[in-house]
């Protein structure tokens, strides 16, 4: 199928993750008090009252038994990520015809994954939920965690490029070069790695494996023995200090 001719450069719309059509925000918690420590990661829709945030917080403190001082640092880190989100709604970025690499590289309880392939940033039918949960049947990963974790995994890089495409506009517009190939040099920055759609393929997908790189590209999949799962924990604690 032949796609019209089209620029690598739009004019600019505004903030949102793309291409998912719910405008969800990844949330990282990562609180440590009194000797214990909670961490988790999970979306967010920005569109929830900030009431909700403190009634998910004490909820969250009482179902897992953590200290009552949880209860305030889960409900403000929660909204100081969501005002930082908030702040970019109605700004402008770029968005150009072209797809992302996007790279797994996560362990969930015992499953270790990594894997990488391109990301179609036009296809508003995408949607992360449905690839994780697609990724996880092929693969016969039976954790129930593991599909969340990989779209979390997902929309996070999703909204990381959102941002860019924020900076990118804002480099433009600060510049005021008017010529066409000052744009298109700065809304390719918006993507870092992005590669032009039309280079890429000749079909309508969200997710692109290219033949030629399969064996790259392949998914890898180890599910870890106790003790490896001890040792990569301790590893990542003493990273943490």
């Known amino acids: 199928m032949k796609l019209p001719a089209t620029s690598s450069f739009k004019a600019p719309v505004k903030f949102r993750i793309r291409p998912t059509a719910d405008n969800l925000v990844p949330i990282r918690l990562d609180i440590e008090n009194e000797g214990q420590r909670y961490k988790d990661a999970f979306t967010w829709n920005p ?46 970025m770029y968005t150009a015809e072209k797809i992302v690499p996007i790279k797994l590289d996560l362990r969930v309880n015992h499953t270790l994954i ?54 990118s506009a804002r480099e433009i517009k600060i510049s005021k070069k008017g010529r066409r190939g000052a744009e298109h040099m700065s809304a390719s920055k918006a993507g870092g790695n992005a590669l032009d759609l039309m280079k890429l393929f000749r079909f309508n997908s969200s997710v692109v494996r290219k033949r030629k790189e399969w064996e790259v590209y392949e998914p890898f999949v180890d599910i870890l023995s106790n003790e490896e799962v001890d040792v990569l924990e301790a590893r990542e604690e003493r990273n943490t200090r």
């Open 47 to 92: 569109s929830d009252p900030d009431s909700e945030v403190v009634v998910f917080a004490k909820k969250t403190v009482r179902d897992l038994k953590l200290p009552p001082q949880f209860t305030t640092q889960i409900a403000q880190s929660i909204q100081n990520q969501l005002t930082e989100f908030r702040s970019y709604e109605g700004q402008d």
């Open 114 to 167: 990594r894997d990488q392939f391109l990301w179609d940033l036009n296809n508003y039918d995408s949607d992360p939920e449905e690839f994780a949960r697609t990724f996880c049947k092929d693969l016969a990963i039976d954790d129930p965690e593991v599909g969340p974790a990989v779209a979390f995994a997902i929309r996070e890089q999703l909204y990381e490029i959102a941002i860019q495409s924020v900076a």
